[in-house]
């Protein structure tokens, strides 16, 4: 099970949660309060019976220890009439540009994608995830975070290296519920 840590900061730190993948050079930490922000948007796209995603905003922030930070996601809005699954139309890839602007005018990078699922079957990253990634991510580290859309919510990373992402996942699949993380 993953472990929190601290962030070094003069101001109050942000707890994080640490996975070592075991398929994967990288480690991953994911900001603990944005698991509560992300599910409050999950049971809002369960209630609508349609699956979410967005970008996954952080850093790379020691090259000395290869570590993937995940600090927000920036949600891709879609409707009901959109459909259940989720895949961005033409209209919406412009939202990603936006993103990544926005992100770099706060010194922050777009570290990879989140999607819920609705599919049946295991996680597993989608033809149109795989699409979407390698349009977005052309090289580099970059992760994938899916997160089953109803409870009890189950999450897999799938971490990308030199821009390829695996079929399974990076680390162990792991309840998306902030009360597992805390002790």
Known sequence: MAKPSHQRATEPA?????????????????????????????????????????MLLGSLPDPEVPTLRIDDAAII????????????????????????????AQNRACV????????????????????????????????LLLVQSREPRTAAFFLAANGQLPDHPSARKFYFDDSEFKY
Not at 28 to 52: K, M, N, Y
Not at 85 to 104: C, F, M, S, V, W
């Open 112 to 143: 990879g994608f989140f999607r819920s699922h609705m599919r049946p079957g295991t996680l597993q990253p989608a033809l149109a995830d795989r699409t979407l990634l390698n349009e977005q991510f052309t090289h580099g580290v970059y992760a």
């Open 14 to 54: 942000p707890l994080y949660v640490r996975w070592n993948p075991y398929r994967s050079p990288y480690a991953v930490e994911l900001r603990l309060d944005l698991v509560s922000r992300l599910t409050t948007q999950l049971v809002q796209a369960e209630r609508l019976g349609i699956e979410i995603g967005g």
């Open 77 to 104: 809005s879609r409707r009901f009439e959109d459909g259940a699954i989720y895949i961005l139309d033409p209209g919406q890839q412009h939202r990603l540009d936006e993103i990544r602007a926005t992100a770099r």
